[in-house]
């Protein structure tokens, strides 16, 4: 019911404004957006990109534990158990992968490259679409980061064993092409250069996040002030 009065504005009888649901958040009205066209556009195809990539694993999950835990609403922390699971999963194709070939190997370099493509919607994401403007908080997110970059460096790896290397000696080499070091000395052809090229990808993408998240939590944090040094706390 809408009431009347000499006192009260006008825009007390519209209608309430609605929340939009941003990509970490309820805003009200939502962030204002950049007017730069190509911008807009690539951040609108990486939020039906992570839709889409959602719906088979991460999707169902969420609403089961959303529905069990948190009264429907999404459960603070399933992220936690959906990382967790990854883990697990990347842990069993790394000891599978030495022991396979043909087929099962493809099947192994399928789901570790599915998990590559969620981690780097995320956080390409994250850098590039203006409606992610709140986060629960830095710490966590670097959290996942840490975490979610273990996870791409050891499915590099996995990626170059693939092409004949073996997996102790891959996570160096892995972990060189991650920190934009390039194709890895010893590996030659075009899968371990396809290799380098994402780990390359994920290292900018990664990298570039985390510095972000590192600003964040130390513009937060710490204040330049007048004061009486105490030591460190």
């Keep these: 019911m809408c009431l009347r009065s000499v006192a009260i504005r006008r825009r007390s009888c519209e209608a309430p404004r609605r929340l939009r ?22 951040a609108e195809r990486l939020r039906e990109l992570q839709r889409a990539i959602n719906i088979p694993f991460y999707r169902p999950q969420e609403r089961f534990f959303a529905k069990r835990y948190s009264s429907g ?55 590039l679409d203006e409606t992610h403007t709140n986060i629960l908080s830095g710490e966590r997110n670097l959290l996942f980061l840490i975490i979610d970059s273990a996870t791409f460096v050891t499915i590099l790896a ?20 991650f920190t934009l070091n390039g ?18 990808a994920g290292g900018v993408a990664m990298l570039g996040a985390g510095l972000a998240l590192l600003l ?15 030591g460190p706390r």
Excluded: C
């Excluded at 603070?76 to 992968?97: G, R, S």
């Excluded at 899968?191 to 090229?197: E, K, R, T």
């Excluded at 964040?216 to 105490?230: H, L």
């Design 183 to 200: 194709r890895p000395a010893g590996y030659e052809g075009p899968w371990s250069s396809a290799v380098a090229v994402l780990g390359a």
């Design 216 to 230: 964040e939590i130390i513009s937060r944090r710490i204040k330049a002030g007048p004061g009486r040094y105490t």
């Design 158 to 177: 996995l990626l170059l064993e693939a092409g004949g290397g073996s997996l102790p000696g891959a996570i160096p080499d892995a972990l060189s092409a």
């Design 73 to 127: 609403h999404p459960w603070l922390y399933f992220n936690y158990v959906y990382a967790a699971e990854w883990v697990a999963v990347i842990a069993v194709l790394a000891v599978l992968a030495s022991r396979v070939s043909g087929a099962w190997q493809l099947v192994i370099v399928s789901v570790a490259l599915w998990r590559v493509a969620e981690i780097l919607t995320w956080y390409v994401k994250l850098l």
């Design 21 to 42: 649901v941003g990509s970490t958040a309820l805003e009200p009205g939502g962030p204002e957006q950049s007017s730069d066209k190509v911008v807009l556009w690539i």
